[in-house]
């Protein structure tokens, strides 16, 4: 697709890649190493991905996550996809978000995604989930 900036990777970028994906470290890191398992085939929402493509996504992810284990001490990921440009999607083209975290990299991470609403990250101090999980 014209202007798409995933429609055309460049393969030096190209850390891993199937028939279906391919990953690449994100331009804007949240953290060492934010990488991205994108579709070659252009289409902007996840739910239109082929049984196959979902497949190669989730090896994909298995497969950095194997990359990162021999190189970096990683103690957690949020993995996420922005569906939609309500929820913040700003390129029309399918792509995972992989976010390795580290313990201590923010004060209280529990919450994890939720974080997408702020006020809605912490869960209220009565409820017992998160805790010890």
């Known amino acids: 697709m014209k202007n798409c900036p995933f429609c055309d ?12 994906v391919y990953i690449v ?3 804007y890191p949240v953290s060492p190493s934010h990488s ?3 579709p070659f085939r252009h289409f902007a929402s996840l739910f239109d ?3 196959e493509e979902l497949r190669s996504i989730v090896e994909a992810l ?24 309500a929820a913040g999607q700003t390129i029309a083209h399918a792509h995972v978000h992989m976010i390795p975290r580290f313990d201590r990299d923010v004060p209280d991470p529990r ?8 006020e809605k ?5 009565s409820d017992p989930i998160g805790e010890d999980q």
């Open 9 to 20: 990777p460049d393969p030096e970028t190209i850390l891993w890649q199937d028939e279906n």
């Open 62 to 85: 298995r497969a950095r996550r194997d990359q990162l284990a021999q190189t970096l001490t990683v103690n957690g990921f949020n993995i996420g996809i922005n569906d939609g440009r």
């Open 49 to 51: 991905a082929t049984p």
């Open 111 to 118: 919450g994890g995604v939720r974080g997408v609403i702020p």
């Open 25 to 27: 470290r994100d331009l």
């Open 36 to 38: 991205l398992v994108v």
């Open 121 to 125: 990250q912490k869960y209220p101090e």
